[in-house]
């Protein structure tokens, strides 16, 4: 089984189109795909639009091979099962995101051994075929599901530090005043965030 | 990466309330990849779907509505719910891998005394996502898993989790 996902957040058709033609020509390979949002029909593949975290886990054991936007919790989770995984970046100059960073993390990604990086619809189907061809080559077992040790090691030393020490006095006069005048005006809180939108 | 080993916590006899906080989709699996590191402390995770519950059970998980910075509205609703939350878990550090949510949790824990720390995206490999150079000002540690963006922006590197 091939599973391919774009994210729940924006669609991303010229991926999906490019799948639905592969799957015409071999009808004998059931492909699976969260969609999004999307008013495209694909008559060769089965569309979810949003799957939860079980169906999500649940389709990737499955999958031989993954194909999917350049979306950082598809990578992780594909790496993790120790799946192939074929990446098409979206383009800002198409409309597919707001900016290009998917193209930076796919060519990042590129190196590990179980990511495959294509930028077109043809290139996407030529690796398609190349992948279903290795799913059982041994270089692609799971890895490992924790982050590295010194990543690790800097959060708990964060955590435990004598600076986190829990502290018994209350919140004090100008923290109080700080948090309930926060409370009554949210906005001040977001607004650094709407502000940044405009730089 | 087979080095660490949690065993030797916690240090002290005190416990440390920790609330994690990230939005869906890759935040949230690079914030599962840290579970190791929060052992021993008493951990309370908030991210945006309700789904993550039986990810992480039996810890608690706090809901917010996902927001980012095109949709003013719902980022006021999660700083709200941010708040009630922050107001319940008191926490005495605040882990986030963002995004929106994430620099908002930290605003509002430092207002509490928290300590924070920002995890930012392993997806950010050229500069700090926006909510990552916005917590540069708010947290007390600011991490980013690509060397040369945390020389160029000012932020730490200790790692990733890949």
Same mark, same amino acid.
């Given at each position: 089984m091939i599973f391919a996902t774009v994210g729940t957040q924006l669609p991303f058709d010229r991926l999906l189109l490019a799948l639905d033609t592969w799957a015409a020509m071999h009808s004998d390979v059931p492909v699976l795909a969260q969609t999004g949002q999307t008013n495209t029909l694909y008559a060769n593949l089965t569309v979810v639009a949003k799957m939860d975290a079980a169906q999500f886990a649940d389709a990737v054991a499955q999958a031989k091979v993954i194909v999917a936007h350049a979306g950082m919790g598809t990578i992780l989770t594909a790496i993790e099962a120790g799946k192939q995984v074929i990446l098409l970046p979206r383009? &800002?100059?198409?409309?597919?995101?707001?900016?290009? +960073?998917?193209?930076d993390t796919a060519m990042e990604m590129a190196a590990l051994p179980n990511v495959t990086v294509v930028e077109d619809s043809s290139s996407l189907c030529e690796a398609?075929? &190349? &992948?279903?061809a290795r799913s059982n080559d041994p270089l692609l077992a799971a890895r490992s599901t924790v982050a590295s040790a010194s990543l690790l090691e800097t959060i708990q030393d964060f955590?435990? $530090?004598? &600076? $986190?020490?829990? +502290?018994?006095?209350s919140l004090g006069k100008t923290r109080r005043a700080r948090l309930s005048s926060l409370l009554r005006n949210p906005l001040r809180t977001a607004l650094p965030l709407t502000q940044s939108l405009r730089t | 990466m087979s080095s660490f080993t949690p065993a030797n916590t916690p240090r002290t006899k005190t416990t440390r309330r920790v609330l994690a906080v990230a939005s869906g989709g890759g935040h949230w699996v690079q914030l599962l990849r @840290?579970?190791?590191a929060f052992a021993g402390a008493e951990i309370h995770y908030a991210t945006v779907d309700a789904g993550a519950r039986s990810t992480v059970a039996p810890a608690p998980v706090y809901v917010y509505p996902? *927001?980012?910075?095109?949709t003013k509205l719902r980022l006021i609703a999660s700083t709200l719910a941010l708040a009630v939350i922050m107001l319940r878990v008191r926490p005495h550090v605040v882990i986030s891998t963002g995004a929106a949510g994430g620099y908002l949790a930290i605003r509002l824990a430092r207002l509490m005394g928290a300590r924070t720390?920002? %995890?930012?995206? %392993?997806a950010n490999t050229r500069q700090l996502s926006v909510s990552g150079r @916005? *917590?540069?000002k708010a947290a007390d540690l600011v991490l980013s898993q690509w060397p040369t963006v945390a020389a160029a922006s000012g932020a730490q590197y200790r790692g990733a989790v890949l």
């Amino acid at each position: 089984m091939i599973f391919a996902t774009v994210g729940t957040q924006l669609p991303f058709d010229r991926l999906l189109l490019a799948l639905d033609t592969w799957a015409a020509m071999h009808s004998d390979v059931p492909v699976l795909a969260q969609t999004g949002q999307t008013n495209t029909l694909y008559a060769n593949l089965t569309v979810v639009a949003k799957m939860d975290a079980a169906q999500f886990a649940d389709a990737v054991a499955q999958a031989k091979v993954i194909v999917a936007h350049a979306g950082m919790g598809t990578i992780l989770t594909a790496i993790e099962a120790g799946k192939q995984v074929i990446l098409l970046p979206r383009r &800002a100059d198409l409309g597919e995101h707001r900016n290009d +960073h998917q193209r930076d993390t796919a060519m990042e990604m590129a190196a590990l051994p179980n990511v495959t990086v294509v930028e077109d619809s043809s290139s996407l189907c030529e690796a398609i075929g &190349a &992948a279903l061809a290795r799913s059982n080559d041994p270089l692609l077992a799971a890895r490992s599901t924790v982050a590295s040790a010194s990543l690790l090691e800097t959060i708990q030393d964060f955590i435990w $530090s004598e &600076a $986190s020490q829990p +502290h018994r006095k209350s919140l004090g006069k100008t923290r109080r005043a700080r948090l309930s005048s926060l409370l009554r005006n949210p906005l001040r809180t977001a607004l650094p965030l709407t502000q940044s939108l405009r730089t | 990466m087979s080095s660490f080993t949690p065993a030797n916590t916690p240090r002290t006899k005190t416990t440390r309330r920790v609330l994690a906080v990230a939005s869906g989709g890759g935040h949230w699996v690079q914030l599962l990849r @840290l579970r190791p590191a929060f052992a021993g402390a008493e951990i309370h995770y908030a991210t945006v779907d309700a789904g993550a519950r039986s990810t992480v059970a039996p810890a608690p998980v706090y809901v917010y509505p996902d *927001a980012n910075k095109d949709t003013k509205l719902r980022l006021i609703a999660s700083t709200l719910a941010l708040a009630v939350i922050m107001l319940r878990v008191r926490p005495h550090v605040v882990i986030s891998t963002g995004a929106a949510g994430g620099y908002l949790a930290i605003r509002l824990a430092r207002l509490m005394g928290a300590r924070t720390v920002f %995890i930012d995206s %392993i997806a950010n490999t050229r500069q700090l996502s926006v909510s990552g150079r @916005l *917590a540069q000002k708010a947290a007390d540690l600011v991490l980013s898993q690509w060397p040369t963006v945390a020389a160029a922006s000012g932020a730490q590197y200790r790692g990733a989790v890949l």
